[in-house]
């Protein structure tokens, strides 16, 4: 018996779910899509178990090998991240089941069958980048993830257009900066491979051009403050469960291929300054999105100004990271960090969604007269909002714990400032949103917004159990950090005495 | 050698042209053109790049910018049929009334 391809499996079994939602009736396409998520669920299941058991998986796709074929590639960094998409993407699947029957007001059946099929496409190039070994095909997964992207959040309506279309824009021209770095480095050294890329690379003025445009591309797309301005709109204009896989999901992606080529293909590189610069934007991030959190009006439009504000923790870390003495610490963090974000936002999100479609509206004034009644989306929220902080016993806590740690072995004191001080402003913008369960108040009836009588109950259990995941992230951290560390994508293990 | 150089500095300059009008132009068709004349610039650049092998043409660049051309099609259409629904709904070519993305940082209260 040949054994299974799981790493074409985690890409192809989505897809192959979108395809049959496409042509399904729209009223079969939410059967179709959430057995194609649970069916992607366990495939990605069987990849990690693979990797658990085995170590690295590669493989030659269609038994073509490297330069010519396509070869995917798995270590312990992939994994993770495959875990969490997984886990955030079957809650969004069951949230979106609720939210298109009922859920959601104005949605038609129409909307219902291109969601499902745009969404799987996502995933399935999410999946795509986490298992690719060559920088080409990073740039087709990317591009497959931005003009889904740009579809599902267009499927809000005539208010996110403007959204999509300013995402759609900021989208092709990181994937285009990236892809001008890909020619140089093919012209400079012929190969595409990220393990053979790294072994041949050296200090040129054309490696640096490369790393430079590829950086920013990315960064771009990573929407680290000043290169945000796309996002808060683009968040928090889309359809719940599509702002959920947006800021939970999306962002991470490119982030990781931004640590991939920083780690595995520009190594040798001198990048302290450049390290120096992104963690000044990041420290950036943090204050100015928190801040720009505070200020907003809309509860989507602060969790969109929080994905502003924690972005910014990932690019912080290339501080101490570009340290002897932090480097792995802080790499480990930063990875945690991007799970730890991933649940909780995507819950953060998802509780949010149902917020506005039990009050019929996300605006902080017409959530204080319904306070009562979004109780348990208002303990969702704050149950995810424990992870944002940073409190224990959440991931959250875990990941600044490692930053933290790192920061002390870098002998970085202002890191450890900004990773506190940013945990304190997330703190003041998760409260404001709590606040509403306490302060209802007796309204006219004619100026309440029109609201829908009841919402499925499994967009509030899909909310809360992802909730429960962010913080169960730090309770259970060692296996993460054990999965983590299949194939050593950060050069070493996490120490002994800093196994959380 | 200089054929190829001629292309790659015609590769950049397309790419650098189509980056300018990306940030400076206001009208939406005007952007999605700009970043159509980006992905030329780039596309250019590859295949001069690759061009520089011993027997003939290395065939791998060809194939990721046909790839590549296919990714900006589809990247084009969905942009115009997104232009074409601002339109519809807003009257207006434009993707907010701020004057250029460097502007846009202030602009997303809404």
Redesign the interface.
Known sequence: MTPVPWLSAVVLVPLAGALLAGVVSAKRATVVGLCASLATFATCGGLLWRLWSQGPQTEPVGGWSA??GIELYADGFSALMLAMVALVAIFVSLFSAGYFRGGGSRRTDRHEGFFWSLWLVVWASLNGIFVSGDL?NL??CM?LM??GS??LI?LAG?IA??A???Y??VT??G??LY??G???V???W?R?DLVILGDVMEATWASEVALAMMTVGLVLKTALV?LH??L??AHANAPAPVSAVLSALVVKASFFILVRLWIDVFGVLDTERASMGLATLGAIAIFWGSIQALR?QRLK?LVAYSTVAQIGYLFVAFLPAATVAGAEVAWHGAAYFAIAHGCAKGAMFLSAGAIAARVGSDRFADLRAKGGKIAFPLFTFAVAGIGLMGLPPSGGYTAKWLLLTAAARAEQPLVAIVVTVGGLLAALYVFKVIYYAFAHRRVEPDEQPEASAEIPHVMNWAAFLLALVSVGLGLWSAVPVALLDVGLPFGAPLGVGLKP | METELVYAATGIAL?ALG?YA?IVRRH?IR??LA?NI??AG?FT??VS??A?VPNGV?P??QA?VL??IV??V??TA??LV??R??YA??GSTR??EEAS?LD??E????
């Open positions: 330069p010519l080409f740039y087709v591009e931005g003009l740009v579809a267009a005539p257009l403007r999509a279309m300013r759609l824009l092709i021209s994937s285009l892809l001008l890909v020619a140089l093919y012209g400079g012929g595409l000043p301005f796309w808060p709109a907003q439009m | 790419t980056l990306l939406m952007r999605l970043v980006m992905g780039v650049l590859f790049l690759a520089d290395d791998v660049p990721m790839t590549g990714v900006a589809s990247a969905l942009g997104l232009i629904r601002i709904s807003t993707l907010a993305i846009a940082l602009g997303e209260e809404r």
